[in-house]
């Protein structure tokens, strides 16, 4: 108490007019460094009292000549959890908002006062993830692609840690669309780093996907996942973006798109090499959970497209794909009349120009058709055909005597798919 009479004694004596007395830096920057520095002076030497007026802590630093004024040697500003630097001689405790007093007894007494502040400085805004290969966090350029996974966020920001409580900041994230707001929590005491922890999923949600981020074992935001979702992390004015990664996939048919009731269509995940499939076919799931699915449709109903979904996953990566199928009714098969293109069935004279017709050969791309005579011969041969739309071919025009047919002969016309051998088309027609 009697140093710091004494030190009010100074505080309020009248100053000498020939020097002035500064704090530098003023404010005092929290954390921060500072000296006292007397000008206008003939002294050569002398010391200094620098006191905390708020708690009266004071240390006594001497001065020496500096180009033309005397300064003080280093004085630091510390709260009592920061580490004082090595080789610091003088130190003061202090918070934000504490008067720091500087007085000497030279020129008949000088003294000053200076605040102690927030520091200034820039924050950084950091990402990281987590590499198991290796047992530690690896940092992440914005604009790069995000995988599922533990993921670091990092606020490095000094002006935030004023007190030696443990303090938070605020950063805003955004997934797909949906947002929300994190507090990351201070690392350690003193430093301002603030940080949090979360983990980037990617699921399935019945027939779709959904992308989350989990924070100590709890769901803190979920959205809808589509191809181009991110992750967006905000901190102020700063902003880190990152796309996030799905799997590359698609889906093939065998034998194609459009198949005939009772033909079996395989469909395989193409494009990648997966761990898991989850089928959905005509929005049902499936038991099977591999790369390939059979389907066959029985029900006689037309025309009838197919929806089927594959999620597809690949380690920790899903993609959905999805194609469909539609089931047509069986091939059909007929004689027609050359010059009027109307049916012929039942009987036809022996010289009649006729043509053969298929319809709803939608499901093969290359229709082969073969024609020949009834009975025990080797009158069969194949038929050119051209396609007219719509799953309709028609043959080229041909008389029944090229194959030697006459009255009482039975002329056959047969196609067949050669994907599916249920399918089979067959007609006769009687000549006379």
Excluded at 207 to 214: E, N, T
Excluded at 263 to 275: E, K, N, W
């Amino acid at each position: 108490m009697k140093k710091l009479a004494f030190l009010m004694v100074l505080l309020i004596g009248i100053p000498a007019w020939a020097g002035t007395i500064q704090i530098t830096p003023s404010p005092v920057p929290l954390r921060g460094a500072f000296t006292v520095q007397l000008m206008g002076l003939q002294a050569e030497s002398g010391d200094v009292v620098v006191v905390n007026v708020n708690t009266g802590e004071l240390v006594r630093v001497p001065l020496r000549s500096e180009g033309g004024k005397l300064v003080s040697e280093e004085i630091y500003a510390l709260r009592d959890c920061d580490p004082v630097p090595e080789g610091a001689k003088y130190v003061l405790h202090v918070a934000v908002g504490h008067v720091i007093a500087a007085a000497t007894e030279l020129e008949d007494g000088l003294s000053t006062t200076a605040l102690v502040a927030v520091p200034s400085g820039q924050p950084s805004l950091s990402l990281y993830t987590w590499d198991a290969t290796q047992g530690g966090w690896c940092s992440r350029k914005a604009g790069t692609t995000l995988s599922p996974g533990r993921l670091r966020i990092q606020v490095d920001d000094l002006t935030k840690d004023v007190s030696c409580e443990e303090e938070s900041v605020p950063v805003s994230l955004a997934l797909a669309g949906e947002s929300t707001q994190l507090d990351l929590r201070e690392e350690a005491l003193a430093g301002g780093c603030f940080v949090a922890e979360v983990e980037l999923v990617l699921e399935p949600d019945g027939m779709d996907l959904a992308v989350k981020l989990m924070h100590r074992e709890s769901e803190l935001l979920r959205a809808d996942f589509s191809e181009d979702a991110s992750l967006t992390v905000t901190y102020g004015t700063l902003v880190l973006e990152y796309p996030l990664a799905s799997l590359a996939a698609g889906l093939t048919l065998y034998p194609g798109h459009h198949e005939d009731v009772g033909c079996p269509v395989q469909v395989s995940v193409t494009g990648a090499t997966p761990d898991e499939v989850i089928w959905y076919v005509d929005g049902m799931e499936q038991p099977e959970r591999g790369g390939q699915i059979g389907l066959v449709r029985t029900q006689p109903t037309y025309p009838q497209e197919i929806p089927v979904v594959a999620l597809v996953r690949q380690g920790a990566l899903w993609t959905k794909v999805q194609t469909a199928v539609v089931f047509v009714p069986p091939t059909q098969i007929s004689f027609l009349d050359a010059e009027t293109g109307e049916s012929v069935s039942g009987a036809s004279v022996c010289g009649r120009k006729l043509r053969v017709r298929l319809a709803r050969a939608y499901d093969d791309p290359t229709p082969r058709v073969w024609i020949g005579i009834l009975g025990q011969n080797c009158s069969a041969r194949e038929l050119p055909v051209s396609p007219q739309g719509d799953g309709i071919y028609l043959s080229e025009e041909f008389s029944p005597d090229e194959f030697s047919a006459c009255a009482g002969d039975v002329l056959w016309a047969q196609y067949k798919d050669p994907s599916c051998p249920e399918d089979v088309a067959y007609v006769l027609l009687v000549l006379r």
